[in-house]
Structure formats: C-alpha cells, structure tokens
C-alpha cells in the first residue's frame, strides 16, 4: 500500500478541520404517520432554510470544545412552543424557523420519539394538542427520562437531570441513530494511536488518538483551501467531513463553507463522482450538553424565556414561560459504523413561579479547534439532523 499513496487522495483527520453532522430520513413515525409528499423544489427549499439554521446555531454554540448538535430537535421543539404561542413571543420564533420543515421519520437506522407531560392537563388547551399529533402524553417526567434512556439504548441515561419536578409543561424530542459502513474500515489490529493537531484555544497541540483506517471510492470535492468527503453508510446516509488545508485554521472557516448558501457546498458534494480515497479517521466518543437559552435569546427569540413577556395564551389557560430549553448529545464512530442520540427538552412554568424573569445573557467565545462533522442522508430529500465541531479530543485536558 504505501507505494501507492502519491496515486490516491489522503485524507488525514490528525490536520482536520471535519465539519458537521447531518442525519436525514425519509419514512413513518410511531406516533402518528405523516404524509410525506414534498417537491423537490419543496424538500430543496426547506433544507436551505434548515443549513441557515444549522449554521447560525454553530455560530452561537461554538465554545472551543468538541460539539454535537441536533438542529431538528431543537426546530422541532420550537415549531411545537410556537403553535402555543401568539404576537411577538410566535412571530420572534417564525422569523427564526418557519411554520412548514422536513418531516421526523423513522427507518431502520433512524428514530424520532416526541413526548410531552402536563401537570394539570385540564388547563392545556385541546387545540394545542391536537395540533402536536405525533407528540405522545406522557404521566410524569420520571417516564419521560425513563423512554429516553430506552429510545437511545443508555445513551443518554438521565436526560431530565435538569428539569425542575415542578416544571407545569415538558416537551421533548428523543432522536436515535444507529447505521453501519458500506465499506467498514480495516481490521480493529489496523486501529492505531496517530498524531493529531489540536486547536487549544489559540494553540496548537499535537497528541495521539486512536485512528481507523481505510481506502474506498467515496465523494471528494476540493474547492481552495477546504477539501470534503462523503462517507457511506448502509440505509442512504453519508457522514460528510470537511477540512482546511492549514491545520492552525479555525472549523468555523470550514463550517461557513459547508453552510454557505443554504448547504450549497454539501449539495454540490453528494452529486460528485467517487474519487479513491484513503482515509484515515479518529475513533469519535463525544458528548455536547447545551442550554440554548442564550444562543436562540442571541437569534431573536426573546420573549418566551421572559416571564414579564411571554405569551403562550394558544398553549393554556395560566400564564406559563419557558425557564428551560436545553439538550443533551452523544456520537460515536467505529470501524464498523455510528450511533448517535440527541434529547431536546423544554421546559415550562407559571410566570409567577419565576422571581427574576430575565434569561441569561449570551456567552461568546473567540474559538479555534480542530474540526466538525455531519451525516447526511442523499435519497428523497436532505436532512440535518446532528452537527457538531471537534477541538482536541481530550489533548488538550491532558497533561503537559
């Protein structure tokens, strides 16, 4: 193998920027079957709509650690407050995510589970849920953690740690994904340390991670400084990487480029040609937890998180603001495939419950680290479902 190296492209992740993560589906839920009946101009309208979005939340999310982002749970969260919502506290929602999205499905890699739990449901308007009906009710939070754990196989075990017992409303969105390679990678006795380059703040630093090797005829695309790849699953799905040539590069460089133009480039990616490839890719575990208040307070929606504002009169008959809307992230990546979970959680109280109604300020941090990561289903429609961005790997938290 090593004299054909100069014949093939190289891809090595230890100089990486891997940008986003996309998950995509196309088929029926559990709860209650939708429709699927979109255009193509329809379906391509809506994943523009969906890469701006992913886009803008990187931005807000981006801390300088290794991320993991579920874009549909949080739209679908927010579509779900909005339909409970009127004036400004709607409207600040719509100008960030319109009424109509891609549809959450279920196939044999991919799984949806919308959940909602009323304290006193004789308060909930009917409408309201009638209008969430692949939303199912659920008697208590504990039942709501309790299908998490199960829907996501243990991979988020506890996700409403952080929800208050006394919470009046919860909703939540439990997304798994589990698929393996078309072409898995080379034998585990292949899987060795390698040297990666990590962005530790405004440095580099060079450590060891496990790697996984292989070569394959996959999707390249280089356009200037970044070059990109689309990496097969079975069930239609592509885990998309994007990078920059110069590992001291930032991944926002990359992730602006992945989403520019409504996810123009990635587009462009799963229409060309297979190239052979050899490529080189570390072992991924990686685990993102996020309170969204300040990046969706950044973006515009602002009055549902204030107590003094929020008008969720369409949602019930109390006075009720969201106190919590936060979500929890997991990825993994082996020589045989990946899995990934994601639950999106809101939270919501009596406005009288809340003695200082106004939410956090944002955080934002000047980052620099080492890449980002997508999957990418490329049959019927495209879907953003995960993203994240890749710092270190854990080189940085070790010792000098």
């Known amino acids: ?109 991919y799984r949806n589970v919308n959940v909602m739990y009323f304290k006193n449901i004789n ?5 309201y849920i009638k209008a969430l009906p692949d939303f199912v009710i659920e008697s208590s939070i504990s039942d709501i953690n309790q299908k998490a754990a199960r829907v996501t196989k243990g991979m988020i075990p506890n996700a409403m740690k952080n929800v208050s017992p006394t919470s009046d409303v919860v909703l939540s969105n439990i997304m ?26 405004k440095k580099t630093q060079v450590g060891k991670v496990v790697t996984m090797h292989t070569q394959l005829d996959i999707s390249f695309v280089k356009d200037g ?64 937890e996020h309170n969204l208040i300040p990046a969706l307070y950044k973006l515009g929606i602002i009055d549902i998180f204030d107590a003094r504002k929020a008008n969720l009169s369409k949602l019930s008959t109390d006075p009720l603001f969201v106190n919590l809307f936060e979500q929890q992230v997991k990825f993994q990546a082996d020589e045989k495939g990946a899995k990934a979970a994601a639950v999106t959680t809101v939270g919501m109280q009596l406005t009288s419950a809340m003695s200082d109604p106004n939410p956090p300020k944002p955080i934002i941090f000047d980052v620099n680290h080492a890449f980002a990561y997508a999957i990418v289903k490329d049959q019927d429609y495209q879907q953003i479902i995960l993203a994240g961005e890749v710092n270190s790997l854990g080189i940085c938290n070790s010792s000098q």
């Not at 292949?190 to 380059?197: G, M, P, R, S």
């Not at 097969?232 to 885990?239: I, M, N, W």
């Not at 989403?259 to 080189?280: F, N, P």
């Open 176 to 201: 798994s994904f589990n698929a393996k390679w078309v072409t898995p990678f080379f034998n585990k006795k292949y899987t060795k340390d390698k040297d990666f380059t990590a962005q530790c703040g």
């Open 123 to 127: 308060h909930i308007h009917k409408a």
């Open 1 to 109: 193998m090593k004299t054909t190296y100069k014949k093939h492209r190289i891809i090595y992740l230890a100089t990486l920027t891997l940008l986003g993560t996309y998950l995509s589906a196309c088929a029926s839920t559990t709860q209650s079957a939708p429709v699927i009946n979109l255009t193509p101009t329809e379906s391509a309208k809506l994943f523009v709509e969906q890469s701006t979005r992913m886009g803008a939340l990187l931005d807000q999310l981006r801390n300088g650690n290794d991320i993991a982002l579920s874009e549909t749970g949080i739209s679908k969260l927010l579509s779900a407050v909005a339909k409970g919502a009127d004036g400004d506290s709607q409207s600040q929602i719509r100008q960030f995510i319109k009424e109509k999205q891609l549809p959450l499905v279920n196939d044999k890699v």
């Open 225 to 288: 400084r970044i070059r990109a790849i689309a990496l097969p699953f079975k069930e239609g799905y592509r885990l998309v990487i994007a990078m920059s040539d110069n590992k001291r590069t930032s991944p926002a460089k990359a992730s602006q480029w992945l989403y520019a133009e409504g996810g123009k480039h990635i587009k462009q990616l799963l229409a060309t040609h297979s190239s052979d490839v050899i490529l080189s890719l570390p072992k991924l575990d990686l685990s993102s």
